[in-house]
């Protein structure tokens, strides 16, 4: 199956800034990717998906893009807020889950 | 979405005992789900519940150790035997639907605390 990982586990930013959260995987054949949000006591919240026929898909605020290349894709969070702070993950289609990035925001 | 439902919420167990986690969702779904997750870790997934058959465990995972239910549709089981300290953590179900998305549903998880 795939291995999929974080580069960094905690970023800190300002409100109204841009965050992105990057993602590795191991696996080329891996064909679907999502990414979650959990806040604290919280299970997984889905956020976007993106299938590997894609480069780039965007939703309310937020914007994921695979490199299918490097085998990399993140998520961009367009003026984060307060309410974004939260542990983000990708997974890959058998339910693998990254190691998670922390993202704080600061007012 | 699905509203999923998981009994107990929290729990503190004595070493060597057992505890039955249950999960409740309010629709059919196709799969079902049980993940650990340790404390500031990610989600490692433990197996999934198949309805009237046996299990599929990721390595790692034994069925003797984490014996799972699935009656029906809407309901599973999950026992985590002989408790040990290591096992303590939250334990999620999660579950996903047939609409060709892998998006999956996750309950609000369950905190065991051995000791």
Known sequence: GENVGLHLPTLSVQEGDNSIINCAYSNSASDYFIWYKQESGKGPQFIIDIRSNMDKRQGQRVTVLLNKTVKHLSLQIAATQPGDSAVYFCAGPTGRFGAGTRLTVKP | ?115
């Open chain 2, 1 to 115: 979405s699905a509203v999923i439902s998981q009994k107990p919420s929290r729990d503190i167990c004595q070493r060597g005992t057992s505890l039955t986690i249950q999960c409740q969702v309010d629709s059919q779904v196709t799969m079902m789900f049980w993940y650990r997750q340790q404390p500031g870790q990610s989600l490692t997934l433990i197996a999934t519940a198949n309805q009237g058959s046996e299990a599929t465990y990721e390595s790692g995972f034994v069925i003797d150790k984490f014996p799972i239910s699935r009656p029906n549709l809407t309901f599973s089981t999950l026992t985590v035997s002989n408790m040990s300290p290591e096992d303590s953590s939250i334990y999620l179900c999660s579950v996903e639907y047939s609409s060709g998305s892998n998006e999956q549903f996750f309950g609000p998880g369950t905190r065991l605390t051995v000791l």
